[in-house]
């Protein structure tokens, strides 16, 4: 079964040009392309013969090691947070006094390493609040 016409027929691209480039200006638009959202170089060409903008993508280097230990802390949370629902469910299952207190200082250190890690969260973004003010 062959493939149905596009709608668009004025919108094809359907006349090939040929150009030929050197290899420093073949890197630089490879880099060009690289740094941006665009996929192929000829689209990098037809931007840039269309005087349509090129968007460049910059990622700050700096903050991907803060971003690391964020994430880390985020997993920590969520498995902390995990463990304060089963004791929870524990507890509402228990009916004994003994092991109802058990499950209660059992949460109540859960609950401090939660202190500690937004902690360090706060300390984390303090220092990113300095770094964003000095700019």
């Given at each position: 079964?062959?493939?149905?016409?596009?709608?668009d027929?004025?919108?094809?691209?359907?006349?090939?040009?040929i150009?030929?480039?050197?290899?420093?200006?073949?890197?630089?638009?490879?880099?060009?392309?690289?740094?941006?959202?665009?996929?192929?170089?000829?689209?990098?060409?037809?931007?840039?013969?269309?005087?349509?903008?090129?968007?460049?993508?910059?990622?700050?280097?700096?903050?991907?090691?803060?971003?690391?230990?964020?994430?880390?802390?985020?997993?920590?949370?969520?498995?902390?947070?995990?463990n304060?629902?089963?004791?929870?469910?524990?507890?509402?299952q228990?009916?004994?006094e003994v092991?109802?207190?058990?499950?209660?200082?059992?949460?109540?250190?859960?609950?401090?390493?939660v202190?500690?890690?937004?902690?360090?969260?706060?300390?984390?973004?303090?220092?990113?609040?300095?770094?964003?003010?000095?700019?």
């Open positions: 079964m062959p493939r149905s016409k596009a709608k027929q004025g919108g094809l691209l359907s006349h090939p040009i150009v030929r480039v050197t290899a420093a200006e073949f890197k630089r638009l490879d880099d060009l392309r690289k740094d941006s959202d665009v996929k192929t170089i000829g689209d990098i060409i037809r931007n840039i013969l269309s005087n349509r903008k090129i968007k460049i993508l910059h990622q700050d280097v700096s903050i991907s090691k803060p971003m690391e230990e964020m994430a880390l802390i985020r997993k920590e949370l969520r498995s902390i947070g995990i304060i629902n089963q004791i929870t469910r524990s507890f509402n228990d009916h004994s092991k109802r207190a058990f499950y209660s200082l059992k949460a109540a250190e859960q609950y401090t390493k202190g500690a890690k937004v902690e360090e969260l706060l300390v984390m973004i303090s220092k990113f609040a300095e770094q964003w003010l000095q700019k």
